[in-house]
């Protein structure tokens, strides 16, 4: 197979769009990195990646990156939107301001630059759109509530535009890891314990965010490579699937969240805040 997208992937200075971006670069195809923190992505120069400095909720920003992929290779094939972040946290007590960022980075950063390269890819009448979702698009987690909010609405999103750009020749595709081994779960544990100190929810919020970090830190989380193969696939097959669901515990969360009774699951959850496991 002949392997020669022009790809643009967001959020690639760290984990799953690092290696993604690594990864897609040696395969042949030509990538362009985005991401705030340009001097992270240096090391991928090596591969013959470009870098983009991009921030997903700055309109300019977007504007001035997805014009100069195209001024530079006339097209974009590929567009995955990977660029996020979690903000863990009660619903009571996360600051509404931190919970409009998370929306805006998560969703309406992803909306944004997809509509921006969306005129391309129809008039070249082909392209593919691929979001990177989380098995939290389809399952609460006990106060993840904001972050739910913004994956669910990248789900909907992404179903709803699968649906309208099919008779354009483009492709919708979402990426649902499970538990994968980045910072990001350290992040949200951090932010979590910030929330919750001083208010109702402290001692739960406390223990849950430990125990957050302390997974997040083992061994027995999935490598990213585990999703930049679903992405890959994603990227390379001539039918793409709607979604491929990969990482550790993405399949089994699933299933026991779709066959547990409501106050089965809520109870489990809520387990979370109160087992000591560091």
């Not at 290779?73 to 903000?87: H, M, P, Q, S, W």
């Not at 669910?152 to 179903?159: G, N, P, R, T």
């Not at 001692?203 to 990213?224: E, I, R």
């Not at 679903?230 to 969360?253: D, E, H, L, M, Q």
Request: glycine letters at 8%; one cysteine or more; hydrophobic letters at 40%.
């Amino acid at each position: 197979m002949k392997h020669d997208k022009v790809i643009l992937i967001t959020g690639a200075s760290s984990g799953i769009g690092f290696d993604s971006a690594q990864t897609l670069a040696r395969q042949g195809h030509k990538v362009y990195a985005a991401a705030r923190r340009v001097e992270l992505m240096e090391p991928l120069k090596a591969d013959g990646v470009q870098i983009l400095k991009m921030d997903v909720t700055d309109e300019a920003s977007m504007q001035q990156g997805v014009n100069e992929v195209i001024q530079a290779e006339g097209r974009i094939d590929v567009l995955i939107n990977n660029a996020g972040y979690g903000f863990f946290g009660a619903i009571e007590t996360v600051p509404l301001e931190e919970a409009r960022r998370q929306v805006e980075v998560n969703v309406f950063g992803l909306a944004r630059l997809t509509q921006l390269v969306l005129p391309q890819m129809r008039q070249q009448g082909s392209g593919r759109i691929i979001n990177t979702s989380s098995i939290a698009g389809k399952m609460v987690f006990y106060m993840g509530g904001w972050y739910n909010v913004t994956k669910y609405s990248v789900e909907a999103f992404s179903d709803a535009l699968r649906m309208e750009m099919k008779p354009f020749g483009i492709d919708v595709v979402m990426i649902e890891p499970g538990a994968i081994k980045t910072d990001w779960g350290i992040i949200a544990a951090r932010h979590l314990k910030e929330s919750s100190v001083g208010t109702a929810y402290e001692t739960t919020g406390v223990q849950w965010a430990d125990n957050m970090d302390w997974f997040y830190k083992t061994n027995m989380l999935s490598k990213p490579s585990v999703v930049t193969k679903a992405i890959s696939k994603a990227v390379n097959s001539r039918r793409p699937r709607a979604r491929y669901c990969k990482g550790r515990f993405s399949f089994v969360g699933r299933i026991a969240n779709a066959l547990m009774p409501a106050r089965w699951w809520d109870a489990m959850m809520r387990q979370g805040g109160k087992i000591k496991v560091t």
